[in-house]
């Protein structure tokens, strides 16, 4: 077998310096019952031209976002990857390394994170970030939990413009604490009303801006609600590209910033791995989940790199840990930095300002199909649209058509009673052919 | 012996600055079209303050990186025998098929019609682990090998609650030996944890975990083969006492690269056990993360596994596979789930990867994964002992068997003032990445090796003869050489000390990093 480098002969002197006649003597300690004689009921060994024909053709039965006409956001988003990224991240360096445990061989990793960390924290108008997280809604759930210890309360409120994954995988995490989760009723653009709900056991409000439906809000007042009712703001994101053109939520007050950094350096993937993006105040750091980069001196004064306030974590703090927390998202994270330093601020803000005037395109554009109505008012790159009948049948009828038009907002909450709420975006990936596909087809099949 | 170069360069090896320290904010490594400039619709929302986010272009990026990535150790490189974290190769082939622009181009919203491929290798994967593991159920979306502990403990405690018991079972046993991971996992998914002392044979014993059972305890948490590198011996007993007294057996599956195809913890009385495809599916560690820690799951837990679940509808006799998203949606199933573990379906990219190196492997070649991966730890066991102390590997002249890993101490060099940390140290200037250091807790100076199958014999003989010479000079008197080390590695040692207690966490326009380490040494 190809990735098997031992030989039978060499097995054989191995087990005859060991002083063992045979492999099961080694497996001597399982119980007889359970050590298996047979192979077990699977296909045997394949070469690499078998296993890639075999993958293949799975791949195949897949209609890939690039042959279509595709306007799909809801939590990821298709933009253009450089080539030098995916280059990058496939060096062995990086890619076979481990998690930096010996710094001393392992400052590419770490200074490679102590940017990272620096460019999340320029970008969020924070103070400091983490090495990232999972993905966006494990890093808001992460949120709503260190909330929870650093104001020692117990309630987390939730605006109905909160993507509803991100409610659903925070109320898990957070009601298996002890934790109440409430979250207000989908709301196109109404993060404000957190602000009513407000009271002396609130953790904190959880606002999302651009939402869930693309509109983007002023939270500077819901920050200083907060604050004077004890609380924290966390405020999540799905669209990290956004803040190249709107104000960051620092920059409004925010405690806690968590979201998806998927759309700078990461493809699509089916929804994974992504890299969650996690920033807050530096009062708060020890309070913070996850790994985290510092900066340090080596024996000869040498500035160097190493993972550090590791007291918060489980493996020394075990039960007393901030978070369960021991890997980070590596590989995807390092993506992010490689493709934030292809950007650079220029490079950013032009990004963004082109998926904004896409959206308003898009939006000017299905704004004037008969029936249809443009819900979302201020927007960056995604929009929701009313259409009549059932949206997730327009977005079937639409894939036939070869358009991804968006995805009906029944299928992310059902019980949101938006049946004919379909969410769109552009992003730069989109060309006026793409939208006149789009066009077309939605007047075809809404006729 | 040259020490200082003019250019701070030292051979291969090339200083880097930051690229805050050297680029600026009109650099760009991008050529995209320029805006139209059509009036914006942001509210007045625009951003105002500069981003101050250095740019660089395509040969600047790319050197600044791979000026970086060559201050990294790595698998590719050499031997990584880290104990526990199971350092294997990682197959290319993976890599490509994972890139296939069917799985990598697809948006995990899109209509079901246009990702069958996509739930085919789902399903697919879930079939080889639910096989191998000899469990009926797989939930495929935890994220990391800590977030399939959560899921298994949140799928035990649905059950408990489901019960009726979800208040009164709150107690969760956890041997001292855990990872880490364990005890914290238990408390966030609300348990309280008990500990069940280590003994001096590296194993739990039935009798401890019978004197802690009652009516108040949810379960265990046991990892097999142990964080010693050792099977539970009394594993089947201890999952049927725990079965007995009402609770449930969660196994963490870390190293279950050790038994892979050649036993089934389904067979073994295991509950929920998560698999991290990261270490025994040989997806890349790519230097912390992206893991993928699928959980498989019991009859008895199966019902309350987290959303979305696949489901498998047939419409005019064609097999057609379809997401259950929300509750609703499985009405009628009998099926309970917890909750939603992420957003979206799991680490896709991972579960191409694994399922490409376990269609090459094959139910033969997975055995053989284990096989050798035994084979190679105990192989370094017989060479290493004469030399080090190995706690639980069997008096001088026996050899005990370990499983995939092997746990030395260093009781026989500490007398002569070199410890654990100054051994580990001492293999970087040897060209080593080190074994794992100080873990488990359980046993003082722990050094946990785990060479994995991928190493060929030379290399184990290479890195034996290397421990070996190290622990002669450590006869020999030779301290400084140890508390010295690293002199040859990128960096010599760094403090870690310093960064915890002053910790600097980021850039910041004004500083000057390099400048105020100067300053420092001085």
């Known amino acids: ?447 | 012996m040259i020490t200082q170069t003019t250019s701070g360069n030292r051979g291969l090896l090339q200083a880097e600055p930051l690229i805050f320290e050297t680029g600026h904010a009109t650099g760009t490594g991008v050529d995209l079209p320029a805006p139209k400039g059509t009036a914006n619709k942001l509210g007045g929302l625009a951003r105002k303050a500069a981003l101050d986010l250095p740019g660089f272009s395509e040969p600047e990026t790319m050197r600044h990186f791979v000026r970086l990535s060559q201050k990294n150790y790595a698998i590719d490189l050499g031997l990584f025998p880290l104990g526990s974290c199971t350092m294997k190769h990682n197959p290319r082939l993976n890599e490509r098929t994972a890139r296939f622009e069917g799985f990598a181009d697809i948006h995990p919203l899109q209509p079901t019609a246009t990702i069958q491929g996509a739930l085919e290798v789902m399903d697919e994967l879930a079939h080889w682990l639910c096989t191998l593991s000899g469990m009926p159920a797989v939930a495929l979306s935890p994220k990391a090998g800590a977030h399939g502990e959560m899921c298994g403990m949140l799928a035990i405690k649905a059950a408990l609650e489901a019960r009726g018991e979800g208040q009164t079972r709150k107690r969760v046993l956890v041997p001292e030996s855990a990872h880490g991971t364990n005890p914290a996992t238990a408390v966030a998914a609300g348990f309280i944890v008990d500990e069940i002392p280590a003994r001096d044979d590296g194993r739990v014993h039935l009798d401890d975990v019978v004197a802690k059972l009652g009516s108040d305890v949810a379960g265990i948490m046991m990892t097999n083969p142990n964080t010693c590198g050792l099977f539970e011996p009394e594993i089947k007993r201890i999952a049927d006492a725990i079965h007995e007294a009402g609770g449930y057996f969660y196994c963490d599956g870390a190293n279950y690269n050790a038994i892979v195809g050649r036993v089934r913890p389904g067979d073994l009385g295991v509950d929920a056990m998560h698999i991290n495809l990261h270490k025994t599916f040989s997806t890349p560690h790519g230097g912390g993360g992206p893991g993928a820690g699928p959980t498989v799951l019991s009859a008895a837990l199966a019902p309350y596994a987290p959303l979305p679940q696949i489901v498998i509808e047939k419409s005019g006799g064609v097999r057609q596979l379809v997401f259950a998203e929300h509750e609703a949606e499985l009405a009628g199933t009998g099926r309970k789930p917890f909750g939603r573990m992420c957003a979206f379906h799991g680490q896709m990219g991972m579960f191409t990867r694994a399922l490409t190196y376990m269609l090459s492997h094959g139910s033969d070649g997975l055995r053989q994964v284990a096989e050798d991966a035994v084979l190679n730890a105990n192989y370094l066991l017989a060479r290493l002992k004469p030399h080090f102390n190995a706690p639980f590997g069997g008096p001088k002249n026996e050899h005990a068997p370990c499983m995939h890993e092997v746990l030395f101490d260093d009781s026989s060099i500490k007398p002569k003032g070199v410890e654990t940390i100054d051994m580990a140290k001492a293999l970087l200037d040897e060209g080593y990445h080190p074994f794992t250091t100080y873990f488990p807790l359980v046993v003082h100076g722990a050094m946990l090796i785990e060479p994995t199958e991928t190493e060929p014999k030379r290399e184990l003989d290479r890195f034996a003869d290397v421990m070996i010479a190290l622990a002669e000079r450590v006869n020999a008197g030779d301290v400084e050489h140890f508390k010295q080390a690293p002199r040859l590695a990128p960096m010599r040692r760094l403090d870690d000390t310093r960064a915890a207690r002053q910790p600097k966490l980021r850039w910041r326009r004004g500083d000057n990093g390099a400048e105020a380490a100067k300053h420092a040494a001085e």
């Open chain 1, 1 to 447: 077998m190809r990735y098997l480098p031992l030989t039978n002969t060499d097995r054989q002197q191995m087990l005859s310096l060991i002083g063992t006649k045979s492999i099961d003597d080694l497996f001597v300690d399982v119980p007889k019952h359970a050590l298996l004689k047979d192979l077990v009921d699977l296909p045997k060994k394949q070469g690499e031209i078998e296993v890639h024909r075999h993958m293949a053709r799975l791949a195949e039965k897949n209609t890939p976002a690039g042959r279509t006409a595709f306007f799909l956001g809801g939590g990821a988003y298709r933009h253009h990857v450089p080539a030098t990224v995916d280059h990058i991240i496939q060096r062995s360096e990086f890619l076979t390394a481990y998690t930096p445990y010996q710094p001393e061989i392992a400052q590419g990793t770490l200074q490679a994170l102590y940017e990272f960390q620096s460019q999340v924290a320029q970008l969020l108008d924070m103070e400091v970030s983490n090495a990232s997280m999972y993905d966006g809604s494990t890093a808001c759930a992460e949120a709503a939990m260190m909330a929870a210890r650093v104001t020692k309360r117990k309630k987390i409120i939730f605006s109905g413009g909160v993507h509803p994954h991100y409610i659903d995988t925070a109320r898990t995490a957070c009601e298996a604490l002890g934790l109440e989760v409430v979250a207000l009723p989908a709301a196109i653009d109404d993060e404000a009303a957190v602000s009513k709900h407000l009271s002396a056991d609130v953790a904190a409000v959880i606002v999302q801006s651009p939402n869930v439906f693309g509109t983007i809000t002023d939270l500077t007042k819901i920050a200083e609600a907060a604050h004077g009712a004890g609380s924290l703001m966390v405020a999540t994101f799905t669209e990290c590209v956004s803040f190249g053109l709107i104000e960051p939520p620092g920059a409004m007050g925010a405690d806690i910033v968590c979201g998806e950094g998927q759309s700078i350096g990461n493809a699509l993937n089916f929804g994974g791995p992504y890299v969650g993006l996690f920033a807050t105040k530096e009062k708060f750091i020890r309070q913070m989940p996850g790994r985290v980069c510092g900066e340090t001196l080596d024996a000869d004064g040498k500035r160097g790199f190493v993972l550090t306030l590791s007291t918060r974590e489980q493996h020394i703090r075990r039960e007393k840990a901030t978070s369960n927390i021991c890997t980070n998202s590596g590989l995807c994270q390092l993506a992010w930095t490689v493709h934030m330093t292809l950007l650079g601020e220029q490079g950013l803000r032009q990004l963004a300002t082109l998926n904004h005037e896409r959206a308003i395109e898009l939006a000017d554009a299905l704004g004037r199909v008969k029936g249809v109505e443009v819900l979302t008012k201020r927007f960056f790159n995604e929009i929701a649209i009313r259409v009549p009948g059932d949206a997730q049948k327009v977005v079937d009828a639409l894939a036939e058509k070869g358009v991804i038009g968006g995805v009906a907002m029944s299928r992310l909450n059902p019980k949101a009673g938006m049946y004919d709420l379909l969410i769109t975006c552009a992003t730069e990936m989109n060309t006026d052919k793409d939208i006149a596909a789009y066009v077309a087809a939605l007047k075809a099949v809404l006729q």
